[in-house]
């Protein structure tokens, strides 16, 4: 992966089923990173640790853009969005879309609007 992908995935590191690289290129997970299944991220993103090594968790059902940042022992909620280029340093709840630096939400879903499987 880090030879022709330019991506290093920590060997821990563990996703569910459903588990796709946009575009490898650049992408960096840390080996404590744990992930639900349907996680799709684009190139450029970062899910590490902190200072004192802990690490996200992911749900399930999440997309996330080109360059985004996300960091520490923080939880990311089943369907969140989380945008291009954002540094994400806080608990995302479900079905939210977070922007910016630092992220903050900015759209909140219904589980019936773009829910589980849709990329809306």
């Given at each position: 992966?880090?030879?022709?992908?330019?991506?290093?995935?920590?060997?821990?590191?563990?996703?569910?089923?459903?588990?796709?690289?946009?575009?490898?290129?650049?992408?960096?997970?840390?080996?404590?990173?744990?992930?639900?299944?349907?996680?799709?991220?684009?190139h450029q993103v970062t899910i590490g640790a902190n200072e004192q090594g802990e690490c996200p968790v992911l749900g399930?059902?999440?997309?996330?853009?080109a360059g985004a940042k996300i960091i520490g022992p923080i939880t990311i909620g089943d369907g969140a969005r989380i945008?291009?280029?954002?540094?994400?340093?806080?608990?995302?709840?479900?079905?939210?879309?977070?922007?910016?630096?630092?992220?903050?939400?900015?759209?909140?879903?219904?589980?019936?609007?773009?829910?589980?499987?849709?990329?809306?």
């Open positions: 992966n880090s030879v022709y992908g330019n991506c290093i995935i920590g060997r821990g590191t563990d996703f569910g089923p459903g588990f796709v690289l946009i575009h490898s290129d650049g992408v960096v997970i840390n080996g404590k990173v744990k992930g639900g299944s349907s996680i799709r991220l684009q399930s059902d999440i997309i996330i853009g945008g291009a280029n954002a540094v994400v340093v806080h608990d995302v709840a479900p079905n939210t879309t977070v922007v910016g630096i630092p992220a903050r939400p900015v759209k909140r879903r219904d589980r019936g609007e773009g829910g589980s499987g849709s990329t809306a």
